[in-house]
C-alpha cells in the first residue's frame, strides 16, 4: 500500500488509546480520517477494475448480466478489504513481486507509537498504583501525577505527539517514585505512632498508625500499636479522673482508680507514682504513732530506740518538720563529736595538699550541718584547689596535645593561674615546673626534613599542602601529624609522622609508587 493512502498514524494511535475501563473517547479527527482513506482507496480500486475491463480480450469479456439490480441500499466495502484490493492492484501494474521492499513507518508514525506504549505502560502501573492505595496514603503526590496525566493526554490530542510521549515517559517515572516511597511512608507511620505513645499522645499515635494500616493493610505492628494507642487512651483518663478525686481529697476513690490502672497491667508510670503518694498520705495515722513513739524514747535519752524511730519515718519516705526537729534533737551531741573528728581530717588533707579528699571530707561536715562557716570556706577552696591539681595532673600527663595552639594557650592560661596561688606546697610547685617545662618544649617548632619524588603532592593535615618536590624542610611543633601523598595515576600514600621535641633527626619520605 502506498503510504500516501494510508490513515495518518496520529488519528490511528488516538483511536487505540482508550485504557482498559475507560478513557478518552475516541477522537473525531480519527474517524474523518479513516473514512476519507476508505473513499480514496475504494476510488483507486474502481479506477484498477475498468482498467482491467479496458485492456481484457474480447473473447474473454464477462457476460452481462439482464438481472434488475436488488432493491437494497449497496453497502460500501469495509476500508480493510478496499485497501487490500487496492493495493493489489497498484502492484501488479507497477511493481513486480520480487523487487518489493518493505516501507519503513514515517518518524510522525513512530512517535505514534511511542506515545501509545508509553500512555499504556503508565496506565498498567496505574492500576498497580490504585491496588496499593496509593491515592490514600500519598494523596498530594498523586492528585499531582493525575492532574499531569489530563494534560499529556490533551497535549496527545492537540497532535504535539512527541511532547505527549515524554509527558507520559515522566509521568511513569514519577508515578514509580511515589510507589518507591510506600515502605518508607509504612516506616515513618510506625515511628511516629511510637513517639506519639512515648509523648503520652493516643490520639496523634492512632492517627499515624491508622495511616500505616492504610499503607500495609495486614501490618501486625500498626494493629498492635493502635490497640496500645487506646489502651493509653483509656488509661489517661482514668489517670486524670484520679488526679481530680486527690484534688477532692477524695483519697481512697482515687486510689481504688488507680489500682485499677495497674492491676490492668498497665506500665504506665505516673500512675504508680500517684498511688505512691496517695499511699502515703493515707499513712499518716501510722506516720503519727511513730512520731509520738520517737518523741518518747528522746524523753529517756534512749537514743537507739529514737534512731530505730526516726529510720522507720525515714522509709516511709514521710519527710515533715517534725521528723527533721526530731532527728536534729537525736543527732545534736552525737554530731557535734563527729564535726570536730572530721574538721581535724579535712585540715590533714589541706597540709598534705590531698585536695579532693578534703573536698569529700568538708562535705560530710556540712551534712552534719550546713550552716559552719569554716565548713563552707574550707569546701569551697577545696573544691578549686582540687580542680586546678585535677588540671594541671592532666595537662602534664597529656603534654602531647600540646602541638595544638588552642591547647598551648590554655596551658599557658592554666599555668599563670597556679602561679598566683599562695601558699604554694611542694606538691604544686611540681606541677608548675613539669607544665612549664612541658609547654617550653611544645612551643619551639622543630625542623622536619620531607623527601620526594618531585612528582607528588604531599599534604599535611592541619598545616597545608605542598607542592612537588625532592627535598623540603618544614617547621612543625612537636606532635604527631598525617601526612597523605597523591600523584595522577598512583595510590595515594598516608602516613603518621611524630616530630619529636627533642633534637632527633626528622626525616620522613612520602612518595607514590604503586601505579594504579
Known amino acids: 500500500m502506498d503510504s500516501s493512502k494510508r490513515p495518518h498514524g496520529r488519528e490511528h494511535l488516538k483511536e487505540q488509546l482508550v485504557p482498559p475501563g475507560g478513557g478518552p473517547a475516541p477522537l473525531q479527527a480519527g474517524r474523518r480520517k479513516a473514512l476519507l482513506t476508505s473513499v480514496i482507496l475504494f476510488a483507486l480500486l474502481l479506477g484498477g477494475a475498468v482498467g482491467v475491463l479496458v485492456f481484457q480480450p474480447a473473447d ?16 460500501a466495502p469495509a476500508p480493510a478489504a478496499v485497501e487490500k484490493q487496492a493495493t493489489q492492484t497498484r502492484q ?8 518489493m521492499q518493505q516501507v519503513e513507518p514515517a518518524p510522525e508514525e513512530a512517535a505514534d507509537g511511542a506515545a501509545a506504549k508509553a500512555r499504556e505502560r503508565f496506565w498498567a502501573l496505574k492500576i498497580e498504583a490504585e ?13 499531582q501525577i493525575m492532574a499531569q496525566l489530563e494534560e499529556a493526554d490533551a497535549v496527545l490530542n492537540g497532535g504535539t505527539v512527541q511532547d505527549a510521549a515524554q509527558r507520559y ?32 499522645r493516643p490520639e ?14 495486614a501490618s501486625r505492628e500498626a494493629q498492635q500499636g493502635l490497640e496500645l494507642s487506646e489502651k493509653l487512651s483509656g488509661t489517661l483518663t482514668a489517670y486524670h479522673r484520679a488526679l481530680e478525686l486527690e484534688a477532692r481529697g477524695q483519697l481512697e476513690e482515687a486510689l481504688v482508680k488507680l489500682e485499677t490502672i495497674i492491676n490492668s497491667g498497665s506500665e504506665y508510670e505516673p ?3 500517684a498511688r505512691d503518694r496517695i499511699q502515703e498520705r493515707l499513712n499518716q495515722v501510722a506516720f503519727e504513732g511513730e512520731m509520738s513513739s520517737l518523741f518518747s524514747a528522746l524523753e529517756v535519752e534512749d537514743f537507739s530506740s529514737a534512731q530505730r524511730s526516726l529510720q522507720t519515718l525515714d522509709n516511709l519516705g514521710i519527710h515533715r518538720q517534725e521528723v527533721e526537729q526530731a532527728a536534729a534533737l537525736l543527732a545534736e551531741r552525737q554530731r557535734r563529736s563527729e564535726i570536730d573528728r572530721l574538721k581535724n581530717q579535712a585540715e590533714g588533707y589541706r597540709a598534705g595538699e590531698q585536695w579532693q579528699q578534703a573536698l569529700e571530707t568538708y562535705g560530710e561536715i556540712l551534712r552534719l550541718d550546713g550552716d559552719l562557716l569554716f565548713a563552707t570556706a574550707g569546701q569551697q577552696e577545696s573544691a578549686r ?7 594541671l595532673s592532666d595537662a602534664v600527663e597529656r603534654s602531647h596535645r600540646l602541638q595544638d595552639a588552642a591547647q598551648r594557650s590554655a596551658a599557658a592560661g592554666l599555668l599563670s593561674f597556679a602561679k598566683q596561688i599562695e601558699p604554694q606546697g611542694p606538691r604544686l610547685r611540681t606541677q608548675i615546673d613539669a607544665l612549664e617545662t612541658q609547654l617550653e618544649k611544645f612551643s ?19 598545616v597545608g599542602r605542598i607542592a612537588p618536590f625532592f627535598t623540603r624542610e618544614i617547621d612543625l611543633h612537636p606532635g604527631t601529624y598525617t601526612v597523605v601523598g597523591s600523584r595522577a595515576g598512583y595510590r595515594d600514600v598516608r602516613k603518621k609522622i611524630t616530630v619529636a621535641p627533642e633534637n632527633s633527626p626528622n626525616r620522613y619520605e612520602i612518595r607514590c609508587e604503586e601505579a594504579i
Open 60 to 75: 474473454k469479456a464477462p457476460p452481462v448480466s439482464t438481472a434488475p439490480p436488488p432493491e437494497t441500499a449497496p453497502v
Open 92 to 99: 501488479s501494474k507497477t511493481v513486480e513481486p520480487e523487487t
Open 131 to 143: 491496588a496499593q492505595g496509593a491515592g490514600s496514603w500519598g494523596p498530594e503526590e498523586y492528585d
Open 169 to 200: 515517559e515522566r509521568l511513569l517515572n514519577d508515578l514509580q517514585a511515589l510507589l518507591d516511597t510506600r515502605e518508607q511512608r509504612y516506616r515513618q507511620a510506625l515511628a511516629a505512632g511510637q513517639l506519639g505513645l512515648t509523648d503520652e
Open 204 to 217: 496523634v499515635a492512632r492517627d499515624h498508625f491508622d495511616r500505616a494500616l492504610v499503607i500495609e493493610p
Open 271 to 273: 500512675a504508680r507514682a
Open 385 to 391: 584547689r582540687a580542680e586546678l591539681d585535677a588540671s
Open 444 to 462: 619551639t617548632p622543630v625542623t622536619v626534613t620531607l623527601e620526594s619524588d618531585n612528582q607528588t603532592h604531599v599534604t599535611i593535615y592541619h
